[in-house]
């Protein structure tokens, strides 16, 4: 039988009892419904992936960790909870940096190797320049080799912190399989060539999300992903003084937005050109004897950076509300990739519905966040375990 065919049954069949894994206390969407399930195809792109597909024999399920590992879920959002108290912003990085896996190869966890020689890391291409969080998985990880050594993926680790950390800023929960591997190596040209740019016009933005199996409506609500965390200037800098190489700014947008962003990223612009402080080093991290709170001091200093305008920038506790589409049909999108989003019927129609309807922004946010993260996954036997998120085992 089919992997993907058992895949979809297991979908189906597990839908109207066990939504959410055993140990959860959330609730699941907001009204207790369920959205539509699409079908969680693994990803049939060609080389690495159709190989993996027909010689893979494992397949993802609910509590995967039930015999092995009982308390992993628990200890991710433990742990994930425990760091975001002293530092909110590792809830946005771990979304993106869920998304930078995932969007690449798949959710195998090949964003946090880090390089060797032979072997260039997608950390270090350049769309993942400003990616953080690898330290916080690095901590998270630390916990689950404590409680239950070389059991528990940094591919399942990172979906179900992004998860956490979608539930701590105010967004849905949406239950996740898990059973993940961690590939062997890391695809930084794949990254370089895939992961869309905040330049990109709307027919890009559509292509590249229909490469990876999303339709018009599950990408505007993943682009809602940009209700939370921060926007540095230098990814918007040319809408605001030149834009298209116009020496003006971008017409679409709000005046009135575009004097408060130029007032706040109006630093030295050549500053803001330059890249963004990376996180910590894994020498910094792993191997050294710091204690969780030396760690979370230095997390804390390698989140200080350069200008950037927060994405619930009309105050805090409007992450996953409606302000992201909001100001989107207000020309006050902050990435020229997001203002994009109102530019075309489909796209701009999907924007109108989340604007006015934060529950179908959930949902539909929810449902399509369970599908990014079962892109192209690694089972059993494809893959490893591994014990240090950064190297192969
Ligand atoms: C067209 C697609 C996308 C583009 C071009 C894009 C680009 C960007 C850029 C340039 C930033 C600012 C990074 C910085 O200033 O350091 C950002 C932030 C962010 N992105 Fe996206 N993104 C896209 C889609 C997504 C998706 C699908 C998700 C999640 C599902 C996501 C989650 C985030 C989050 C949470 C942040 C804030 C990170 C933080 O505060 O640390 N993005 N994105």
Redesign the pocket.
């Known amino acids: 039988q089919d992997v993907d065919d058992i895949n979809v049954k297991l979908e189906f069949s597990s839908r109207t009892d066990k939504y959410c894994s055993r140990d959860s206390q959330y609730s699941i969407f907001d009204d207790h419904s369920f959205p539509p399930l699409p079908l969680f195809a693994t990803t049939s792109v060609e080389g690495r992936k159709l190989q993996q597909q027909t010689a893979s024999v494992g397949f993802l399920i609910y509590d995967y960790y039930q015999q092995t590992c009982p308390q992993a879920e628990r200890i991710i959002r433990s742990s994930v909870r425990s760091l975001f108290r002293k530092q909110p912003?590792i809830a946005?990085?771990l979304?993106?940096l869920?998304?930078h896996d995932c969007f690449v190869e798949g959710c195998d966890a090949s964003v946090l190797l880090d390089s060797v020689e032979g072997m260039h890391s997608e950390k270090e291409s350049p769309p993942n320049e400003?990616l953080?969080g690898f330290d916080v998985i690095d901590i998270v990880k630390l916990e689950l080799e404590e409680a239950c050594p070389g059991v528990v993926s940094c591919a399942d680790a990172v979906v179900l912190a992004a998860r956490e950390s979608i539930v701590l800023s105010g967004g849905p929960f949406y239950p996740l399989k898990t059973g993940r591997r961690d590939s062997v190596s890391s695809f930084a040209e794949d990254a370089t060539f895939e992961l869309?740019?905040?330049q990109?016009d709307l027919s890009k933005?559509i292509e590249?999300f229909s490469s990876k199996g999303f339709d018009e409506r599950e990408t505007v609500s993943?682009?809602g992903?940009?209700s939370?965390?921060?926007?540095?200037c230098k990814?918007f800098v040319n809408r605001l003084f030149n834009f298209s190489g116009t020496n003006s700014s971008d017409p679409t947008m709000d005046s009135e937005f575009l004097s408060f962003l130029r007032s706040k990223c109006n630093t030295n612009q050549a500053s803001l050109m330059s890249p963004?402080s990376k996180s910590l080093s894994p020498s910094q991290l792993i191997s050294t004897s710091l204690s969780p709170s030396s760690i979370i001091h230095k997390l804390s200093s390698s989140l200080v950076e350069e200008p950037?305008i927060p994405?619930d920038f009309e105050g805090p506790g409007e992450s996953f509300g409606t302000l992201y589409y909001r100001s989107l049909l207000q020309g006050r999108g902050i990435?020229y990739?997001d203002q994009q989003l109102t530019a075309g019927e489909e796209t701009k129609t999907w924007v109108q519905a989340y604007a006015s309807d934060v529950s179908l922004f959930h949902k539909d946010f929810g449902t399509t966040?369970m599908k990014?993260s079962n892109l192209g996954v690694l089972t059993a036997p494809m893959g490893q375990i591994r014990k240090d998120c950064r190297k192969v085992s």
């Open positions: 912003q946005p990085a979304l993106r869920a998304f400003s953080k869309p740019s905040p990109d933005i590249s993943l682009l992903a940009h939370t965390g921060v926007i540095h990814f963004i950037a994405m990435l990739v966040m990014l």
